[in-house]
């Protein structure tokens, strides 16, 4: 079993990587036509995903579609366990903006991609001026009618690990009056934080309802929106992968 598993997760990471390199390759050229760029990311994401879910057995459902608004300008805040999560917003999400650390666009191929989506990129090392830049940012981005994608504890937590969420989306959340559109998932037992193995096993990704903001405070907004998902993730942790 370990022989096949291993088989699957190579062939999956070359396909993902040839992937990976054809469309960051394409979308490097179009930082002038974004919303075609966008579209391709969608389709990347799609494939990648579909590939894991075919070769791996890395399936997946999604409960509380119906919670998604008809326009774009909400925040999106996300549990964070694996790379899974932000292939599969790509593209079930296809006019999204992405927060996320400058550093990701320096990476070959994927980091060319990112910078024709219209990411927010921050220097986490800036401290004040990456949060009015987060803020500058994010306002345009609503107003281009792109939703943003915020993974509130900034980077990837295996499951079970404890949540240490930032301010930074509360605090764009606040300014904009934005709604938070907040979801769950547990896709670290499938597609581990740490790791080349693949699982075979059933994510769960449920989106709740939207979160309003509207004359609230970062912090009131932050604990509403972590007591939110952290409730879920109590739920549906350690349930994606079937037990041996």
Not at 171 to 191: D, H, R, V, Y
Not at 198 to 207: A, F, Q
Request: glycine content about 8%; overall charge positive.
């Amino acid at each position: 079993m370990i022989i096949i598993r291993f088989f699957t997760s190579f062939l999956f990471s070359f396909i993902m990587i040839i992937l990976t390199m054809f469309y960051g390759f394409i979308c490097s050229f179009l930082p002038k036509f974004p919303d075609l760029a966008c579209r391709l990311a969608a389709q990347y994401g799609f494939l990648v995903i579909h590939t894991a879910k075919y070769l791996c057995g890395i399936n997946f459902k999604v409960i509380g579609s119906e919670n998604i608004l008809n326009n774009n300008r909400f925040i999106i805040f996300s549990k964070h366990q694996s790379t899974w999560e932000t292939l599969f917003l790509l593209y079930y999400f296809p006019h999204m903006s992405i927060i996320l650390k400058k550093e990701l666009l320096s990476i070959p191929f994927f980091g060319w991609g990112l910078r024709a989506i219209r990411p927010i990129a921050i220097d986490r090392s800036a401290g004040r001026a990456a949060i009015a830049e987060l803020n500058q940012q994010g306002e345009m981005r609503l107003q281009q009618n792109l939703c943003i994608l915020c993974f509130p504890e900034g980077t990837r937590k295996a499951p079970g690990e404890a949540p240490d969420y930032k301010v930074g989306g509360a605090m764009l959340a606040s300014k904009t009056g934005a709604p938070i559109l907040p979801i769950a998932l547990n896709s670290g037992e499938c597609w581990p934080k740490k790791g080349f193995l693949k699982k075979p096993g059933l994510i769960s990704v449920v989106i709740g309802p939207c979160i309003e903001t509207q004359d609230k405070k970062t912090n009131a907004i932050l604990q509403e929106t972590q007591d939110w998902i952290e409730g879920e993730m109590s739920k549906i942790n350690f349930s994606a992968t079937p037990k041996t």
